[in-house]
């Protein structure tokens, strides 16, 4: 069983920088894909971005491509996400997933990662 704990959330204003860290416990991450969901209360979540267990391959959502980074430490098992230029609609919890499938594509479209984190707020003010 892997557990995923989210950290790095805040209050930053409009322009500013965050960045969120993951840190997978369980087993050794090292063959899993990793990813980003984020949620506003009353609306579906939504895909923001996800990585490969290699970090060669990258993918991003047309709302934070060009400003998120993801990124995965040395050892596989923490995955960050550099948030830049923040907006205020970028408001919203914040939540880590986790799957052992290589399949990104699949696993972005469907949503359907096996590990979840709990969560971490990140608030942009206007």
């Known amino acids: 069983q892997v557990q995923l704990v989210e950290s790095g959330g805040g209050l930053v204003q409009a322009g500013g920088s965050l960045r969120l860290s993951c840190a997978a416990s369980?087993?050794?991450?090292?063959?899993?894909?990793m990813g980003w969901f984020r949620q506003v209360p009353g609306k579906v979540r939504e895909f923001v971005a996800a990585i490969t267990w290699s970090g060669t391959s990258t993918y991003y959502s047309d709302s934070v491509k060009g400003r998120f980074t993801i990124s995965r430490g040395n050892t596989k098992n923490t995955v960050y996400v550099q948030m830049d230029s923040l907006k205020p609609e970028d408001t919203a919890v914040y939540y880590c997933?986790?799957?052992?499938?290589?399949?990104?594509?699949?696993?972005?479209?469907?949503?359907?990662?096996?590990?979840w984190g709990q969560g971490t707020q990140v608030t942009v003010s206007s």
């Open positions: 997933a986790a799957d052992p499938s290589a399949d990104a594509v699949v696993l972005i479209t469907t949503g359907k990662f096996r590990s």
């Open positions: 369980g087993r050794t991450l090292s063959s899993y894909t």
